[in-house]
């Protein structure tokens, strides 16, 4: 595709230049995370806020997730021409622009009114994989058709009914997604105090659960269609999609359903990651669910070199819970990583500005990502490797 967006040449310096000349504009946008996330919890209700913001219990492993890359330290290399970079890399057999994915995040209407169609189109703009979630607020075809050609992950949550699955995973084909990402830390939601506290749960409401009422699979199971009884089609919603019995038995029968690649993502323990890719999986990806699943788990940074050591190349790795800035998805890719998912912020651009928001924060994220390794002594995704850190 010739007009796919590229991150080259000096790429950082256009943004900062371009930062630099929006001085006095009166709709100027945040640049760094910190002042996206006040902005987006100026605008938001305390539900919606702490369903985003929350962590499991008292938030530990969130806390840890930003803490391990603290202890990592990157080791800048001088004087090696780093005037030509490119941030383009291959993933799945597919060429990217840059390492960098919009990971799956649930029920956008409760942030924005466009809900997922806002950061897919920033996504497709920027030529980024966008991963739909099961849970989304549109549906996952109405998703695909904001997005154009923009390259979309479809993400399954495993179900108690494997009808439903399955024809869960025949749209996600039909719609031109291009790799199924399979969730597997949230089989049941994790003790989140803030949500109890506010007594907040969206799908309760109605919300996130497009991909079930639009599903022939699901309708068919329904004595009465949506449109007459909503709360009915709500209850029998959650009871199909808690799902605490699913075993590597479900995750070989998800993979034998599609001719996608299949990622696992949720994992942190390398006997895990071992048994997936005996599963025949195509990609891990490392995640703690940006700690709202186990208060007190691993860091997920920390559990990565673990798990690429196990998988030792057989399949691709991937990571998220944590990364804010450039320098963090430098230090994943030096730890393993083959790219990263990006969450919570842009979350909290959406919620603050919609997809301009969105395009924002990725295009300053990228730009801090070309100029940290640029300063770091590379050039390119091939010439990271565990060398560029160390732990302190
Ligand atoms: C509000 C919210 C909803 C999420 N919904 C999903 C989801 O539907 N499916 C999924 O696999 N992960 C979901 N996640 C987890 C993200 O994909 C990702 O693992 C996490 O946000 C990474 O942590 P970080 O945002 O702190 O970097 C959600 C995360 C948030 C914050
Ligand atoms: C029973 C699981 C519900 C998950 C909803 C979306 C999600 O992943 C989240 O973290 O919230």
Not at 105 to 129: D, K, N, Q, Y
Not at 237 to 253: R, Y
Request: glycine letters at 10%; one cysteine or more.
């Amino acid at each position: 595709m010739s007009s796919l967006p590229s991150f080259q040449g000096n790429f950082g310096l256009q943004a900062q230049v371009e930062i630099y000349l929006s001085a006095g504009q009166a709709q100027r946008l945040p640049v760094s995370v910190d002042r996206w996330r006040e902005r987006a919890r100026a605008v938001l209700p305390d539900g919606p806020w702490w369903y985003v913001e929350g962590g499991a219990g008292g938030g530990a492993t969130m806390a840890a997730n930003r803490q391990a890359f603290d202890r990592w330290r990157l080791r800048p290399r001088m004087l090696r021409d780093v005037a030509q970079r490119d941030l383009s890399t291959e993933l799945l057999g597919r060429r990217l622009p840059a390492p960098v994915l919009l990971a799956p995040v649930g029920v956008l209407s409760v942030v924005h009114g466009e809900a997922e169609r806002a950061p897919a189109r920033a996504a497709a703009r920027l030529g980024l994989p966008f991963i739909a979630s099961t849970v989304s607020s549109v549906t996952l075809e109405g998703i695909a058709e904001a997005m154009g050609d923009g390259p979309r992950w479809f993400q399954l949550y495993p179900a108690r009914d494997r009808e439903i699955m399955a024809s869960l995973i025949r749209r996600a084909e039909a719609a031109g997604y291009e790799a199924l990402v399979v969730t597997v830390d949230t089989t049941m939601l994790g003790w989140r105090e803030h949500d109890l506290e506010n007594a907040y749960l969206p799908f309760l409401l109605g919300e996130g659960i497009a991909n079930y009422l639009s599903d022939p699979a699901f309708r068919a199971r329904l004595p009465r269609p949506p449109e007459e009884d909503r709360e009915g089609a709500i209850l029998q919603f959650l009871q199909v999609f808690v799902n605490p019995s699913f075993t590597w038995d479900e995750l070989a029968f998800i993979r034998g359903q599609t001719r996608l690649p299949v990622l696992v993502k949720g994992i942190t323990h390398p006997g895990d990651a071992r048994q997936a890719v005996e599963c025949g999986v195509q990609g891990i990806i490392v995640s703690n669910h940006g700690g709202r699943q186990v208060d007190g788990a691993v860091a997920a940074l920390d559990a990565l070199p673990e798990v690429v050591e196990a998988v030792a190349g057989r399949v691709a790795v991937l990571f998220d819970s944590g990364i804010r800035r450039g320098a963090d998805v430098l230090k994943a890719l030096a730890l393993g990583a083959r790219a990263v998912l990006v969450g919570r912020p842009y979350v909290y651009a959406l919620a603050a500005a919609g997809e301009a928001g969105v395009a924002r924060l990725l295009r300053h994220l990228l730009a801090d990502l070309d100029l940290t390794m640029g300063l770091c002594g590379v050039r390119s995704a091939a010439e990271i490797d565990g060398s560029l850190v160390t732990r302190v």
